[in-house]
């Protein structure tokens, strides 16, 4: 072996021995060590694009995901078409749901609370009825990509479900409720929250706090296209 070629060893440790990744047709498939609950909160920008990207990174194994949305309704600051959701359709696997009311509760935008309070209710029975058909679900072979989630997926992501419990229209007994729910090879992401989860800490197996150095919007900037929504 010449002196400017690595070592075997080298190659070994390295990311794909040492070639380039290329990208490959995506086929359903399974993963073989899903079954954790992670949680992410914080009171900076990037929650949801986490979770999506990491849901994104699922499906492109061919691992069926779904994601469900809470509180998620809009403002005068978003617009009715959002990238994700564009982005969610176009590719395999990865599917999405939005239950939230517009507006957002307890900010005096004009939205009503009673409705807040309902479509949190009803994010919570939808969180179970998919958490159920996943349980009636082989989680250990492919699902079809195209299936609907009632078919059982792999990955189940409840986005702004932890702001719907610190704002009282879920309790934590309700998320206590979702994790005892899930299936043991179900990976369940909740998200959401600018309060610490404490209550969390024995229930999850990762939790990471998104926490904000900086942000625009302190100074009067809006939601951008492309980068809020």
């Known amino acids: ?55 994104m990174r699922a499906a492109g194994h061919g691992y069926r995901v779904h994601v469900l949305q809470f509180m998620k309704g809009g403002a005068s600051s978003v617009e009715a078409v959002r990238g994700e959701y564009n982005a969610m359709a176009a590719l395999p696997g990865i599917s999405y749901e939005n239950l ?19 479509q949190a209710q009803a994010g919570l029975e939808r969180a179970h009825e998919l958490l159920e058909a996943a349980d009636g679900t082989d989680l250990g072979s492919p699902i079809d990509l195209d299936a609907p989630p009632e078919d059982g997926v792999h990955m189940l992501i409840l986005d702004e479900v932890l702001y719907a419990a610190d704002r009282g229209l879920l309790s934590e007994d309700d998320i206590y409720g979702l994790i005892d729910a899930k299936p043991t090879n179900l990976e369940l992401v909740l998200s959401g929250s600018h309060a610490e989860p404490a209550y969390l800490e024995d229930r999850a197996d990762l939790i990471t ?21």
């Open 1 to 55: 072996m010449s002196d400017d070629q690595p070592s075997e060893s080298t190659v070994e440790n390295t990311p794909g021995r040492g070639r380039s990744p290329e990208a490959e047709t995506i086929e359903p498939a399974a993963p073989e060590e899903f079954g954790l609950v992670q949680v992410w909160w914080g009171d900076g920008k990037g929650k949801t694009t986490a979770t999506l990207g990491m849901g």
């Open 209 to 229: 706090n998104v926490r904000k150095v900086k942000h625009p919007i302190d100074d009067g900037q809006r939601a951008r296209r492309g980068t809020e929504f």
């Open 100 to 118: 939230g009311h517009y507006g957002w509760h307890g900010m005096a935008d004009g939205s009503d609370e009673a409705d807040h309070a309902a």
